[in-house]
Nanobody, 119 residues
Framework: EVQLVQSGGGLVQPGASLRLSCAAGGFTFGNFDMSWVRQAPGKGPEWVSVINSGGETSSYIESVLGRFTISRDNAKNTVYLQMNNLKPEDTGMYFC????????????WGQGTQVTVSS
């Protein structure tokens, strides 16, 4: 069974940092690009970042450039999203997903984790 199990998230003040994790199971993790997607309250999903299967290349939405870093450990079947200098507009539910949406549709999804940035 394909599984993506997320952890991390929480309530933090502006300027703080958080790290999200997404542990994969039931498929060959190292064969898949991995993405992070977020959804703010009352808005549609927004793709945030992607990392290729080998971890060599990554891309980000402009609003998080220089603040967020995606990484992966294929030995641990886990992808991470390090979020620094968080802003209130980063608030939302964050999901990991398989695939790079510019190449093929998202496949499996994590259960989501809430990130709230508020003073």
């Amino acid at each position: 069974e394909v599984q993506l199990v997320q952890s991390g998230g929480g309530l933090v003040q502006p300027g703080a940092s958080l790290r999200l994790s997404c542990a994969a199971g039931g498929f060959t993790f190292g064969n898949f690009d991995m993405s992070w997607v977020r959804q703010a309250p009352g808005k549609g999903p927004e793709w945030v970042s992607v990392i290729n299967s080998g971890g060599e290349t990554s891309s980000y939405i402009e609003s998080v450039l220089g603040r967020f870093t995606i990484s992966r450990d294929n030995a641990k079947n886990t992808v991470y999203l390090q979020m620094n200098n968080l802003k209130p507009e980063d608030t939302g539910m964050y999901f990991c997903a398989t695939n790079n949406p510019t190449i093929r549709p998202f496949g499996a999804w994590g259960q989501g984790t809430q990130v709230t940035v508020s003073s």
